[in-house]
């Protein structure tokens, strides 16, 4: 009798992983600007595309109440295999390589970088190669928008900083 009820319990187990996969475990191609938004208006987002001064697509969509936006990347024949999720703040004092290297040496996957006219661009970059679950393109986005969130802070950590340590002038 014993022997029935561990083989029952290895046939139970394995039927279970042959179950029907769940919605969220539906894998969704976005080689195509065109596939990555309806994947993103489908997580609840806005998604307009729009076209780059080369003419490439790029999607505009927003979080935490600013645009960012998600460009394809390593593309081929047509179809691509990344995103890449950016936004900007306009140029600020605050903004140095110091400043980068602050958020970059304590963040893993969103990093900031400086460029020549002094904005801050923040950026994240995913592999869409093997194409991603429902779910796990739903956890990029609220990890990127989770991400955006805290770059906020710190700009405003960083602004609050220098304003405390700006020199006053008396009239």
């Not at 729009?50 to 394809?72: C, P, R, V, W």
């Not at 703040?89 to 040496?105: Q, R």
């Not at 969103?110 to 393109?137: Q, Y």
């Amino acid at each position: 009798m014993r022997w029935f009820s561990v083989t029952g319990a290895v046939a139970a187990i394995a039927l279970a992983g042959a179950q029907p996969a769940f919605a969220e475990d539906i894998l969704l191609d976005l080689s195509t600007p065109e596939q990555v938004q309806a994947a993103l208006q489908e997580a609840g987002y806005k998604a307009t595309l729009k076209k780059n001064d080369d003419g490439s697509l790029y999607i505009l969509s927003a979080a935490n109440g600013a645009e960012f936006t998600i460009d394809l990347t390593d593309c081929k024949a047509l179809k691509c295999n990344g995103l890449s999720f950016q936004s900007w703040y306009k140029a600020e004092p605050i903004f140095t390589v110091e400043f980068a290297n602050k958020w970059n040496d304590t963040k893993r996957f969103l990093s900031v970088s400086i460029n020549e006219r002094g904005e801050l661009r923040e950026w994240m970059n995913v592999s869409t190669l093997g194409k991603l679950t429902k779910a796990n393109f739903a956890d990029v986005i609220d990890w990127y928008a989770t991400m955006d969130g805290e770059v906020s802070k710190f700009v405003k950590e960083a602004r609050d900083a220098a304003a405390k340590n700006a020199p006053t002038t008396k009239k």
